[in-house]
């Protein structure tokens, strides 16, 4: 069994930066690719980015640039770091293990409003 906890969302103003993270528990997360995934309100949940066990990465059209996911294995921790924050990135963010089955966290709100 996995569980993922996230941690970090809060309120940052636009042009901020905010870093949230993932910690699971069990064996699973070095071996397998991580995402981070967000949801706005009345849209359908996306993928932000994605980092394989060891260690490439892929971002959306939308954060590249802006956004950076690392992983520490030795933690069992995904983080997303997030720079220049714009308001339409508002949403829960949600990690990700890609495993069959995969498995989800609870969320974080990340607002970012003025």
């Known amino acids: 069994q996995v569980q993922l906890v996230e941690s970090g969302g809060g309120l940052v103003q636009p042009g901020g930066s905010l870093s949230i993270s993932c910690a699971a528990s069990g064996t699973l997360f070095r071996r397998n690719t991580m995402g981070w995934y967000r949801q706005a309100p009345g849209k359908q949940r996306e993928l932000v980015a994605a980092?394989?066990?060891?260690?490439?990465?892929n971002y959306a059209d939308s954060v590249k640039g802006r956004f950076t996911i690392s992983r520490d294995n030795t933690k069992n921790t995904v983080y997303l770091q997030m720079n220049s924050l714009k308001p339409e990135d508002t949403g829960v963010y949600y990690c990700?293990?890609?495993?069959?089955?995969?498995?989800w966290g609870q969320g974080t709100q990340v607002t970012v409003s003025s």
């Open positions: 980092i394989t066990s060891g260690g490439n990465t």
């Open positions: 990700k293990l890609m495993a069959i089955p995969a498995y």
